[in-house]
């Protein structure tokens, strides 16, 4: 069966997006990662929010767009209410998370979903659908911005360490959710 993981690259302060939602922070700090190279073959579909759809990628235009730096190609479901009125290729879209979790787990074929989009992955946590959380922490502050995990007034969710990998220029931070 598809697990969901949330795959992400977050500053050392906890800031996956600078203010505004400013990607071009994180193409200076890209470079090999096993690990992530490793995952791309094991993710079977995408479950991407609305914003990441529509062009946070910090390698937009550039022969490394998309996820996985390119590497990765395959189902998308995008969670969002504003459908375009052309069809995009690979891609479904879903009104709301169980469908698009639905979705996500028959497109992938037993291999992983990867949660692209902060909320999306909130709002995974939330349903308690999301299985997985790898975080590759780079060598940055961005002192703002969209936090890897934002839950105003606070909350305890419990993880359970699967794996600390570091690479020339992050750290690979594995979890798994705790239920």
Not at 25 to 44: D, Q
Not at 122 to 128: D, E, M, S, V, Y
Not at 153 to 174: D, K, M, Q, S
Request: with cysteine; aromatic share 6%; proline share 7%.
């Amino acid at each position: 069966m598809s697990k969901l993981l949330y795959s992400v690259t977050m500053s050392a302060d906890g800031f996956i997006a600078g203010p505004g939602g400013d990607m071009s922070w994180l193409s200076a700090h890209l470079g090999p990662n096993p690990v992530a190279e490793e995952l791309a073959g094991r993710v079977g579909a995408l479950l991407v929010g609305n914003r990441t759809f529509r062009g946070d990628d910090p390698n937009r235009g550039t022969e490394k767009e998309g996820a996985f730096e390119g590497a990765w190609q395959g189902p998308q479901i995008v969670l969002t209410r504003h459908v375009p009125d052309a069809p995009v290729p690979d891609v479904t879209f879903a009104g709301d998370l169980a469908t698009a979790v639905a979705a996500a787990k028959a497109a992938a074929g037993g291999r992983y979903v990867n949660v692209l989009g902060a909320d999306v992955a909130r709002q995974c946590l939330a349903a308690g659908e999301l299985d997985e959380v790898l975080t590759i922490v780079a060598p940055v502050l961005l002192g703002d911005g969209t936090r890897l995990f934002d839950h105003p007034g606070g909350t305890n969710v419990r993880l359970e360490r699967l794996g600390v990998t570091p690479v020339p220029h992050a750290t690979n931070l594995w979890y798994r959710v705790v239920r």
